[in-house]
């Protein structure tokens, strides 16, 4: 493991893992359970159209989320447009944070509605419900919570605030599936919530979403608008103007592989949580962003402060790159620094700003073992604990290389 400047791939070192180290890589399962799953949709040739996997997954699901309805989507994007109709919701302004991935804002946008940007609360790294009471309006219609990285929104608050303000209140759980709040699983908080179940999410399903609520009437509706607008009976009427935001047979057998080793999942993560903890801990300008014993740990997240370490974010990835590790940065640029919003309506969200500029999430996940973190985790001690010196030496590096010939 790296203990060196000199040890470090950058600067002449043996790089540290041979194959690529991604962040994200999918949750698959008992692969022959899918298998059998994928036999018995072919062999019974039902692909779609509400068949018996999907059915199976969507009550799963319930039952881990603790509420009555869960519908899934063709992806999480669509599902988050589907609410909005399912709920009435047509020209306005959605409270959001920008601290979010960009397809937050793109669902309310596509539905003719305004992204309206909050800044977050350091303290729980997640929108502040006093910049939200700060930004409703005779124009707001609805409030978004986004349980980043897992991290559960400061939801007593919302709810309290979007009741007093007679709003709906919809959370995106893209990062949440397994998390918990004060004892009870994501899911059943709000108006509805959204899982994600892309295929980087602790659940996946190749790709796809659900809405969680347990408004029947909502989840009526929320099935009627995923396919097209029908009434769901034998008659098969037309009610409403819907889309074909149906889930397959096959990405469900997968849903309910990935659904079926949540658990197992969990375990790992938090045990890599744990140990990126406790492998970086003390490192000046370096923080591990922490997560309670309920959190999922999908993500390994990290912040590193320039000024404290000497390092740069984007040179600690270069460092982390050469050695065949691939961190992200989730996510920078935030919402509102990205099109069209930032021409549109420019704000400053200093908190979001510092933090979008700070992030780095690990590599973590059931292909990521304990003896991989502790080596992710030297290589990383090894850049930020010597972090003016790695500055300098890539500098002259930089500086020794040959100027192209102009043409």
């Known amino acids: 493991m790296k203990q060196r400047i000199s040890d470090l791939s950058l600067f002449g070192g043996r790089a540290e893992f041979e194959n690529p180290v991604h962040v994200g890589r999918p949750t698959i399962g008992d692969r022959s359970r899918f298998l059998e799953r994928l036999n018995w949709v072919l062999d019974n040739q039902r692909f779609t159209n509400d068949g018996p996997m999907v059915r199976q997954f969507e009550e799963r ?8 309805n869960c519908v899934v989507t063709a992806n999480a994007t669509t599902a988050m447009q589907i609410v909005y109709q399912a709920l009435g919701l047509s020209g306005g302004e ?10 937050t804002a793109h669902a309310a946008r ?22 939200v009471e700060n930004a409703i309006t005779s124009r707001t219609v609805a409030v978004v919570g986004v349980h980043l990285w897992g991290k559960p929104c400061a939801i007593d608050e919302l709810e309290k605030l979007t009741s007093k303000h007679g709003l709906p209140l919809m959370f995106d759980a893209a990062h949440a599936l397994g998390c918990s709040f004060q004892g009870r699983r994501i899911g059943g908080f ?10 980087t999410k602790v659940i996946n399903s190749f790709e796809g979403g659900a809405i969680a609520t347990d408004d029947d009437a909502l989840a009526q509706r929320v099935r009627s608008l995923r396919n097209f ?10 009610e409403r103007v819907g889309t074909n935001a149906k889930m397959h047979e096959v990405s469900a057998a997968m849903g309910i592989n990935s659904l079926e080793a949540l658990e197992d999942t969990m375990r790992h993560n938090q045990v890599n949580h744990k140990l990126f903890r406790s492998e970086l801990y003390g490192v000046d300008g370096l923080t591990v962003v922490p997560f309670d014993e309920y959190a999922n740990c999908q993500y390994g997240v990290v912040t590193i402060d320039q000024a404290a370490s000497g390092i740069s974010r984007e040179l600690l990835t270069k460092v982390l790159n050469a050695e065949n590790v691939f961190p992200a940065r989730y996510f920078d640029p935030a919402c509102h620094q990205l099109e069209p919003y930032r021409t549109e309506n420019p704000v400053v969200l200093p908190n979001t700003e510092r933090l979008a500029e700070q992030i780095l999430v690990l590599p973590t996940g059931p292909t990521v073992c304990p003896q991989d973190v502790r080596r992710i985790s030297a ?10 010196q790695v500055t300098d030496r890539f500098q002259h590096q930089a500086d020794q290389q040959p100027v192209s010939a102009q043409a």
Do not use: K, Q
């Open 379 to 388: 290589i990383v001690r090894c850049a930020v604990t010597n972090g003016h």
């Open 94 to 103: 959605v409270i959001m944070p920008s601290m979010t991935y960009v397809a």
């Open 110 to 131: 596509m539905m003719g509605l305004t992204p309206v940007f909050c800044d977050m609360d350091l303290s729980n790294w997640c929108m502040d419900p006093a910049e």
């Open 229 to 238: 607008g029908y009434d769901g009976v034998e008659g098969r009427v037309i």
């Open 61 to 68: 699901l319930a039952e881990m989320a603790g509420v009555r």
């Open 190 to 199: 709000g108006t509805a919530e959204v899982y994600s179940f892309h295929a």
